[in-house]
């Protein structure tokens, strides 16, 4: 959980350091980047959709995703709750070390990879966008949220970076 208290596993058992918040959140049922900051202006900076900073995930969508769906995707899909902005969308060719709980799996339906990026940050919008378009997801994976990436970062693995509200849009400089 992308949070310091409440249901187990959670950011306590990964983060020591006192005084550092999640800027935006993973649900129990993603995994991938989570951003750590000290800094509040950050924190609003890179949680905040009027920002629209892009955030890149990996998703496993069930069977072979088709070029119109791509299209519609880039295009802005319409949900619920209105049309979302136009997203990046690209086939992916991708393999991600098993999750515990694995996802789903059906025995006769193919899967594929798609990199997502979009600039809002609605409820499960990458999900529900998957969904409209007819392939709906079983794996989502958070690459990139604005300039950091997750490299190769390992499950509970962490990494420092120094960012400013200056920098953090331009890169962030790594500590060894």
Do not use: H
């Amino acid at each position: 959980m992308s949070q310091f208290s409440g249901d187990q596993p959670n950011l306590s058992e990964f983060v020591s350091d006192r005084g550092f918040y999640p800027a935006g959140r993973l649900d129990k049922d993603s995994e991938g980047l989570l951003l750590l900051t000290n800094d509040g202006r950050l924190q609003a900076r890179i949680a905040n959709p009027s920002f629209k900073m892009e955030k890149t995930y990996w998703v496993q969508v069930e069977s072979d995703i088709t070029d119109e769906a791509i299209k519609q995707l880039e295009n802005g899909v319409t949900l619920k709750d209105g049309l979302t902005k136009p997203a990046k969308a690209q086939r992916l060719n991708c393999t991600l070390p098993a999750r515990t709980p694995d996802i789903r799996k059906r025995k006769n339906i193919s899967t594929s990879w798609i990199a997502l990026t979009i600039k809002e940050g609605r409820n499960r919008q990458v999900r529900r966008m998957t969904a409209a378009v007819g392939f709906p997801t079983l794996r989502l994976f958070r690459y990139q949220i604005g300039p950091w990436k997750i490299d190769e970062l390992r499950p509970g693995e962490t990494r420092s970076e120094v960012a400013s509200l200056d920098r953090a849009f331009f890169g962030a400089a790594r500590i060894p």
